[in-house]
Protein backbone atom coordinates (compact mmCIF):
# COMPACT_ATOMS: atom_id res chain seq x y z
CA UNK A 1 0.00 0.00 0.00
CA UNK A 2 1.44 3.42 -1.16
CA UNK A 3 1.52 5.64 2.32
CA UNK A 4 1.06 9.09 0.32
CA UNK A 5 -1.60 9.62 -2.44
CA UNK A 6 -2.54 12.56 -4.26
CA UNK A 7 -5.63 13.86 -4.95
CA UNK A 8 -6.81 16.48 -7.78
CA UNK A 9 -8.81 19.26 -6.49
CA UNK A 10 -9.15 22.02 -9.25
CA UNK A 11 -7.15 23.02 -12.32
CA UNK A 12 -6.80 26.26 -13.89
CA UNK A 13 -8.61 26.96 -16.90
CA UNK A 14 -5.78 29.32 -17.96
CA UNK A 15 -2.98 27.45 -16.82
CA UNK A 16 -1.30 24.47 -15.36
CA UNK A 17 -1.62 25.50 -11.81
CA UNK A 18 -3.46 22.80 -9.86
CA UNK A 19 -4.68 22.75 -6.45
CA UNK A 20 -4.81 19.06 -5.12
CA UNK A 21 -4.70 17.33 -1.49
CA UNK A 22 -1.71 15.17 -0.60
CA UNK A 23 -2.32 12.48 2.15
CA UNK A 24 0.14 11.20 3.88
CA UNK A 25 0.85 9.17 7.45
CA UNK A 26 1.33 12.55 9.15
CA UNK A 27 -1.37 14.30 8.27
CA UNK A 28 -3.26 16.29 4.89
CA UNK A 29 -1.21 18.92 3.08
CA UNK A 30 -3.02 20.94 0.76
CA UNK A 31 -1.47 21.78 -2.64
CA UNK A 32 0.58 23.82 -4.17
CA UNK A 33 2.47 23.83 -0.80
CA UNK A 34 5.88 25.54 0.40
CA UNK A 35 8.13 23.66 2.94
CA UNK A 36 10.10 25.05 5.52
CA UNK A 37 13.73 24.06 5.14
CA UNK A 38 14.32 22.15 8.90
CA UNK A 39 18.04 21.01 7.51
CA UNK A 40 19.71 19.99 11.39
CA UNK A 41 15.84 18.46 12.15
CA UNK A 42 14.95 22.16 13.26
CA UNK A 43 13.70 25.40 10.57
CA UNK A 44 16.51 27.45 12.48
CA UNK A 45 15.34 29.41 15.07
CA UNK A 46 11.58 28.41 15.41
CA UNK A 47 9.74 25.71 17.32
CA UNK A 48 8.00 23.05 16.56
CA UNK A 49 4.21 24.89 17.44
CA UNK A 50 4.97 27.99 15.99
CA UNK A 51 5.45 26.00 12.50
CA UNK A 52 1.59 24.58 13.91
CA UNK A 53 0.36 27.76 14.11
CA UNK A 54 0.98 29.26 11.24
CA UNK A 55 -0.28 26.36 9.16
CA UNK A 56 3.46 24.11 8.21
CA UNK A 57 2.07 20.94 7.37
CA UNK A 58 5.18 19.98 5.99
CA UNK A 59 8.77 20.38 6.84
CA UNK A 60 12.04 19.26 4.44
CA UNK A 61 15.25 17.76 6.84
CA UNK A 62 18.75 16.76 5.54
CA UNK A 63 20.05 13.32 4.63
CA UNK A 64 23.44 14.48 4.80
CA UNK A 65 23.76 16.76 7.60
CA UNK A 66 21.64 14.57 9.86
CA UNK A 67 23.94 11.62 9.14
CA UNK A 68 26.55 13.64 9.97
CA UNK A 69 25.31 14.41 13.27
CA UNK A 70 23.70 13.19 15.42
CA UNK A 71 23.64 9.87 13.47
CA UNK A 72 20.62 8.22 11.77
CA UNK A 73 20.87 5.59 14.70
CA UNK A 74 20.10 7.98 17.43
CA UNK A 75 17.38 8.72 15.39
CA UNK A 76 15.68 5.96 15.23
CA UNK A 77 16.02 4.95 18.33
CA UNK A 78 14.26 7.75 19.27
CA UNK A 79 11.38 7.25 17.18
CA UNK A 80 12.64 8.84 14.00
CA UNK A 81 12.62 12.82 13.24
CA UNK A 82 8.97 13.00 13.99
CA UNK A 83 9.98 11.81 18.00
CA UNK A 84 12.99 13.01 17.84
CA UNK A 85 12.23 16.67 16.81
CA UNK A 86 8.55 16.58 18.09
CA UNK A 87 7.12 17.57 15.00
CA UNK A 88 3.67 15.75 14.82
CA UNK A 89 2.99 16.86 10.84
CA UNK A 90 4.69 15.06 7.89
CA UNK A 91 8.37 15.23 7.21
CA UNK A 92 10.18 15.31 3.55
CA UNK A 93 13.92 14.01 3.43
CA UNK A 94 16.02 14.80 0.35
CA UNK A 95 18.73 11.97 0.04
CA UNK A 96 21.73 14.57 0.69
CA UNK A 97 22.56 14.85 -3.02
CA UNK A 98 23.05 18.18 -3.58
CA UNK A 99 25.13 18.55 -0.02
CA UNK A 100 27.59 15.70 -1.54
CA UNK A 101 27.91 17.44 -5.40
CA UNK A 102 28.54 21.07 -3.99
CA UNK A 103 31.70 19.59 -1.93
CA UNK A 104 33.38 19.94 -5.52
CA UNK A 105 37.00 19.93 -3.58
CA UNK A 106 36.17 16.82 -1.27
CA UNK A 107 34.55 14.26 -3.48
CA UNK A 108 34.99 11.48 -6.11
CA UNK A 109 32.34 10.34 -7.96
CA UNK A 110 31.97 7.09 -9.67
CA UNK A 111 29.06 4.81 -10.89
CA UNK A 112 29.03 2.80 -7.43
CA UNK A 113 28.54 5.98 -5.03
CA UNK A 114 30.23 8.73 -4.00
CA UNK A 115 33.72 8.82 -1.77
CA UNK A 116 33.53 12.01 -0.14
CA UNK A 117 35.04 14.27 3.28
CA UNK A 118 32.51 15.15 6.05
CA UNK A 119 32.96 18.94 5.55
CA UNK A 120 33.01 19.12 9.46
CA UNK A 121 36.16 17.30 10.42
CA UNK A 122 37.56 15.48 7.24
CA UNK A 123 36.26 12.13 7.39
CA UNK A 124 36.04 9.90 4.96
CA UNK A 125 32.44 8.70 3.86
CA UNK A 126 30.88 6.78 0.62
CA UNK A 127 27.16 7.14 0.21
CA UNK A 128 25.47 5.02 -2.86
CA UNK A 129 21.88 4.86 -3.39
CA UNK A 130 21.75 1.48 -0.86
CA UNK A 131 22.96 3.28 2.15
CA UNK A 132 20.77 6.74 1.43
CA UNK A 133 18.08 4.65 1.64
CA UNK A 134 19.50 2.99 4.56
CA UNK A 135 20.10 6.24 6.51
CA UNK A 136 16.52 7.68 4.81
CA UNK A 137 14.36 4.77 6.30
CA UNK A 138 15.75 4.88 9.81
CA UNK A 139 15.19 8.84 9.91
CA UNK A 140 11.89 7.67 9.16
CA UNK A 141 10.18 10.57 6.89
CA UNK A 142 6.80 10.40 5.32
CA UNK A 143 8.40 11.20 1.87
CA UNK A 144 12.02 10.19 1.26
CA UNK A 145 13.79 10.89 -2.24
CA UNK A 146 15.83 9.07 -4.18
CA UNK A 147 20.13 9.41 -4.53
CA UNK A 148 20.94 11.31 -7.24
CA UNK A 149 23.58 12.98 -8.77
CA UNK A 150 22.83 16.97 -8.90
CA UNK A 151 25.25 18.80 -12.19
CA UNK A 152 26.26 22.45 -11.98
CA UNK A 153 25.21 24.90 -14.67
CA UNK A 154 26.30 25.08 -17.00
CA UNK A 155 27.50 21.82 -17.84
CA UNK A 156 28.47 19.99 -20.92
CA UNK A 157 26.08 17.67 -22.49
CA UNK A 158 28.35 14.77 -22.27
CA UNK A 159 28.56 15.24 -18.44
CA UNK A 160 25.12 15.71 -18.39
CA UNK A 161 24.07 12.32 -20.51
CA UNK A 162 26.59 10.08 -18.03
CA UNK A 163 25.15 11.90 -15.15
CA UNK A 164 21.62 11.21 -16.01
CA UNK A 165 22.27 7.26 -16.91
CA UNK A 166 23.69 6.97 -13.49
CA UNK A 167 21.16 9.13 -11.65
CA UNK A 168 18.84 6.74 -13.61
CA UNK A 169 20.33 4.09 -12.60
CA UNK A 170 20.34 4.99 -8.79
CA UNK A 171 17.03 5.34 -9.11
CA UNK A 172 16.55 1.61 -9.68
CA UNK A 173 18.91 0.74 -6.89
CA UNK A 174 16.70 3.40 -4.53
CA UNK A 175 13.39 1.43 -5.06
CA UNK A 176 15.09 -2.29 -4.96
CA UNK A 177 16.91 -0.84 -1.48
CA UNK A 178 14.03 1.13 0.15
CA UNK A 179 12.86 -1.45 2.98
CA UNK A 180 9.85 0.94 4.27
CA UNK A 181 7.45 1.04 1.15
CA UNK A 182 3.90 0.76 3.08
CA UNK A 183 5.70 3.47 5.18
CA UNK A 184 7.72 6.06 3.65
CA UNK A 185 6.87 7.47 -0.08
CA UNK A 186 10.02 7.63 -2.05
CA UNK A 187 9.81 10.06 -5.10
CA UNK A 188 12.37 10.08 -8.00
CA UNK A 189 14.26 13.04 -9.34
CA UNK A 190 14.27 14.04 -12.89
CA UNK A 191 17.21 15.74 -14.11
CA UNK A 192 18.66 16.10 -17.47
CA UNK A 193 19.90 19.67 -17.25
CA UNK A 194 18.92 22.31 -19.68
CA UNK A 195 18.25 19.50 -22.29
CA UNK A 196 14.56 18.94 -23.03
CA UNK A 197 15.51 15.37 -24.82
CA UNK A 198 17.18 14.67 -21.74
CA UNK A 199 14.39 15.61 -19.40
CA UNK A 200 11.88 13.57 -21.24
CA UNK A 201 14.54 11.00 -21.41
CA UNK A 202 14.66 11.01 -17.75
CA UNK A 203 10.84 11.73 -17.12
CA UNK A 204 10.20 8.74 -19.18
CA UNK A 205 12.26 5.75 -17.44
CA UNK A 206 11.37 7.08 -14.09
CA UNK A 207 7.72 6.21 -14.76
CA UNK A 208 8.68 2.85 -15.79
CA UNK A 209 9.95 2.73 -12.00
CA UNK A 210 6.16 4.10 -10.92
CA UNK A 211 7.23 5.80 -8.10
CA UNK A 212 4.25 7.39 -5.58
CA UNK A 213 5.49 11.46 -6.72
CA UNK A 214 8.42 12.75 -8.60
CA UNK A 215 10.70 15.98 -8.27
CA UNK A 216 12.33 18.28 -10.92
CA UNK A 217 16.13 18.50 -9.58
CA UNK A 218 18.92 20.50 -11.19
CA UNK A 219 17.37 23.38 -11.15
CA UNK A 220 17.81 27.30 -9.88
CA UNK A 221 21.24 25.85 -10.11
CA UNK A 222 22.80 29.42 -11.71
CA UNK A 223 20.92 29.13 -14.59
CA UNK A 224 18.63 32.54 -16.23
CA UNK A 225 14.88 32.29 -14.30
CA UNK A 226 13.66 31.96 -18.00
CA UNK A 227 15.73 29.13 -18.77
CA UNK A 228 14.56 27.30 -15.82
CA UNK A 229 10.69 28.09 -16.57
CA UNK A 230 11.73 27.08 -20.04
CA UNK A 231 12.44 23.54 -18.65
CA UNK A 232 10.16 23.31 -16.32
CA UNK A 233 7.24 24.21 -18.61
CA UNK A 234 8.43 21.18 -20.77
CA UNK A 235 8.71 19.10 -18.18
CA UNK A 236 5.78 19.34 -15.51
CA UNK A 237 3.43 17.74 -18.52
CA UNK A 238 5.65 14.83 -19.07
CA UNK A 239 5.11 13.77 -15.34
CA UNK A 240 1.61 11.86 -14.32
CA UNK A 241 -1.07 14.30 -13.83
CA UNK A 242 -2.27 11.64 -10.72
CA UNK A 243 0.95 12.08 -8.51
CA UNK A 244 2.58 14.71 -6.96
CA UNK A 245 5.49 17.30 -8.68
CA UNK A 246 7.88 18.53 -6.47
CA UNK A 247 10.18 21.46 -7.69
CA UNK A 248 13.79 21.23 -5.62
CA UNK A 249 15.34 24.17 -3.85
CA UNK A 250 12.88 27.18 -4.77
CA UNK A 251 11.15 29.46 -2.75
CA UNK A 252 11.33 32.77 -3.94
CA UNK A 253 7.62 34.56 -4.01
CA UNK A 254 8.33 34.84 -7.98
CA UNK A 255 9.25 30.73 -8.43
CA UNK A 256 6.53 29.84 -6.60
CA UNK A 257 4.22 31.52 -8.65
CA UNK A 258 5.93 30.72 -11.91
CA UNK A 259 6.66 27.21 -10.65
CA UNK A 260 2.82 26.48 -9.64
CA UNK A 261 1.70 28.27 -12.94
CA UNK A 262 3.63 25.53 -14.60
CA UNK A 263 2.01 22.70 -12.99
CA UNK A 264 4.41 22.08 -9.83
CA UNK A 265 2.39 21.34 -6.33
CA UNK A 266 5.64 20.99 -3.63
CA UNK A 267 8.33 23.90 -3.03
CA UNK A 268 11.16 24.32 -0.79
CA UNK A 269 13.56 26.91 -0.03
CA UNK A 270 16.37 27.78 3.19
CA UNK A 271 15.47 31.38 1.96
CA UNK A 272 13.05 32.66 4.15
CA UNK A 273 14.87 31.74 6.93
CA UNK A 274 18.00 32.65 5.49
CA UNK A 275 17.95 36.36 4.85
CA UNK A 276 15.67 36.71 7.82
CA UNK A 277 18.64 36.16 9.71
CA UNK A 278 20.73 39.36 7.84
CA UNK A 279 17.10 41.43 8.94
CA UNK A 280 15.83 40.99 5.17
CA UNK A 281 12.16 40.65 5.79
CA UNK A 282 9.46 39.45 2.54
CA UNK A 283 6.11 42.31 2.50
CA UNK A 284 3.78 42.42 0.40
CA UNK A 285 5.25 45.62 -0.98
CA UNK A 286 8.92 43.78 -1.84
CA UNK A 287 11.66 43.14 0.49
CA UNK A 288 12.84 45.59 3.38
CA UNK A 289 16.27 45.54 5.46
CA UNK A 290 14.85 46.11 8.67
CA UNK A 291 18.39 46.78 10.07
CA UNK A 292 18.44 49.73 7.82
CA UNK A 293 18.11 53.13 9.75
CA UNK A 294 15.07 54.73 7.87
CA UNK A 295 12.93 52.11 10.54
CA UNK A 296 14.93 53.15 13.79
CA UNK A 297 12.04 55.18 14.32
CA UNK A 298 9.26 53.31 12.71
CA UNK A 299 6.14 51.66 14.52
CA UNK A 300 4.55 49.96 11.64
CA UNK A 301 4.41 46.49 11.61
CA UNK A 302 6.78 44.66 9.01
CA UNK A 303 4.14 44.41 6.76
CA UNK A 304 0.41 46.49 6.96
CA UNK A 305 -1.43 43.51 4.99
CA UNK A 306 0.17 40.55 7.02
CA UNK A 307 -1.88 39.15 10.46
CA UNK A 308 1.20 36.68 11.30
CA UNK A 309 1.45 36.83 15.39
CA UNK A 310 4.83 39.17 14.81
CA UNK A 311 2.82 41.54 13.08
CA UNK A 312 0.18 41.97 15.28
CA UNK A 313 2.38 42.33 18.29
CA UNK A 314 5.75 44.11 17.17
CA UNK A 315 6.96 47.41 15.46
CA UNK A 316 9.49 47.66 12.84
CA UNK A 317 11.82 49.74 14.99
CA UNK A 318 11.75 47.10 18.01
CA UNK A 319 12.71 44.61 16.04
CA UNK A 320 15.41 46.72 14.34
CA UNK A 321 16.47 47.17 17.57
CA UNK A 322 16.44 43.33 18.57
CA UNK A 323 18.75 42.88 14.98
CA UNK A 324 20.91 45.87 15.34
CA UNK A 325 21.57 44.22 19.39
CA UNK A 326 22.29 41.29 18.13
CA UNK A 327 19.48 39.60 20.39
CA UNK A 328 18.41 36.30 19.28
CA UNK A 329 14.67 37.00 19.56
CA UNK A 330 15.85 39.83 17.06
CA UNK A 331 16.09 37.04 14.16
CA UNK A 332 13.33 34.72 15.52
CA UNK A 333 10.91 37.25 14.79
CA UNK A 334 11.72 38.13 11.01
CA UNK A 335 12.08 34.34 10.93
CA UNK A 336 8.66 33.45 11.60
CA UNK A 337 7.09 36.31 9.25
CA UNK A 338 9.17 35.55 6.26
CA UNK A 339 7.86 31.98 6.57
CA UNK A 340 4.30 32.94 7.59
CA UNK A 341 4.49 35.29 4.60
CA UNK A 342 5.19 32.68 2.21
CA UNK A 343 2.78 29.59 3.43
CA UNK A 344 0.16 32.23 3.37
CA UNK A 345 1.31 33.72 -0.19
CA UNK A 346 0.43 29.73 -0.91
CA UNK A 347 -2.48 29.60 0.70
CA UNK A 348 -4.14 32.87 -1.29
CA UNK A 349 -2.81 31.07 -4.78
CA UNK A 350 -4.51 27.73 -3.82
CA UNK A 351 -7.99 30.01 -3.41
CA UNK A 352 -7.04 31.84 -6.41
CA UNK A 353 -7.03 28.12 -8.24
CA UNK A 354 -10.19 27.19 -6.87
CA UNK A 355 -11.99 30.79 -8.18
CA UNK A 356 -9.73 30.50 -11.61
CA UNK A 357 -8.54 33.74 -11.15
CA UNK A 358 -4.78 32.73 -10.64
CA UNK A 359 -3.29 34.68 -13.38
CA UNK A 360 -5.32 37.83 -12.03
CA UNK A 361 -4.24 36.96 -8.19
CA UNK A 362 -1.04 36.38 -9.67
CA UNK A 363 -0.70 40.05 -11.14
CA UNK A 364 -2.24 41.35 -8.21
CA UNK A 365 0.76 40.07 -5.97
CA UNK A 366 3.52 41.09 -8.83
CA UNK A 367 2.25 44.56 -9.22
CA UNK A 368 2.17 45.15 -5.15
CA UNK A 369 5.45 43.30 -4.52
CA UNK A 370 7.16 45.25 -7.23
CA UNK A 371 7.64 42.32 -9.88
CA UNK A 372 8.22 43.34 -13.37
CA UNK A 373 7.46 40.53 -15.70
Not at 278 to 291: A, P, W
Request: aromatic share 10%; hydrophobic share 40%; net charge negative.
Amino acid sequence: MNPVRFELLAQSSQTMARRGRLYTPHGVIDTPVFMPVGTQATVKTLAPWELEEMGAGIILSNTYHLHLRPGENLVAEAGGLHGFMRWSGAVLTDSGGFQVFSLADLRKISDEGVHFRSHLDGSRLFFSPETVMEIENKLGADIIMAFDECPPYPAERSYLETSLRRTLDWARRCKAAHRRPDEQALFGIVQGGVYLDLRRQAAESLLELDFPGYAVGGLSVGEPKPLMYEILEATTPLLPPDKPRYLMGVGSPDDLFEGVERGIDMFDCVLPTRIARNGTVLTSKGRIVIRNAQYAQDFLPLDENCSCRVCRTFSRAYIRHLIKADEVLGIRLTSYHNVYFLLNTMANIRQAIVEDRFLEYKQEFYTQYGYNE
